[in-house]
């Protein structure tokens, strides 16, 4: 995670002069973004929550969209991730949302995506996403350099 802690740091201070607020919505990253962000000392100024929707069953008890709102959506796709990360950003009034999910390996998920495949998204006054391809099976690896993406994609949403 030590590596995250740089770009978390820049967030982090731009959140808090901004008084603005995040919450995170991560799957496959099992809660490494949520974790870089919590590391920041002042973490309570900024940092409203974060999920870690790993499955079906947590995104119905989590997320505030009935199933209807995924029809013809397949998980671990940009616009999967922007309508969560659309969706929790409203239920927590927050400024921000980071929504994540993928396949960290080392085999691919159920939907037909390989390992090393993540689909993330920012939701706020800029909305972005990008699907990141490591081309890697390393679990471990890919949830870091799926955080380090997610991380940077709010960065650069920030200004």
């Known amino acids: 995670m030590q590596e995250l802690i740089p770009t978390a740091e820049k967030i982090a201070a731009v959140l808090k002069q901004r008084k603005e607020s995040i919450v995170i919505a991560e799957s496959s990253t099992g809660g490494l973004i ?4 919590l590391a920041i000392p002042g973490a309570s100024e900024y940092f409203l929550g ?8 947590a995104r119905r008890n989590l997320v505030d969209l009935p199933d209807s709102a995924f029809a013809g ?10 309508l ?8 927590f009034a927050a400024s921000w949302c980071i929504a994540e999910s993928g396949a960290t390996g080392p085999a691919g998920n159920r939907y037909g995506d390989a390992p090393g495949h993540s689909a993330i998204a920012i939701a706020g006054a800029t909305e972005r996403s990008l699907t990141i391809e490591t081309g890697s099976a390393d679990r471990a690896a890919n949830m870091r350099k799926f955080s380090a993406a997610a991380l940077d994609l709010l960065r650069q949403c920030l200004g």
Request: charged share 25%; aromatic share 6%.
């Open 73 to 82: 959506m397949r998980a671990s796709t940009e616009p999967y991730v922007q």
């Open 50 to 57: 974060g999920l870690v929707i790993y499955t079906l069953k």
């Open 34 to 37: 949520s974790s870089a962000l």
């Open 84 to 91: 969560i990360s659309r969706a929790v950003r409203e239920k």
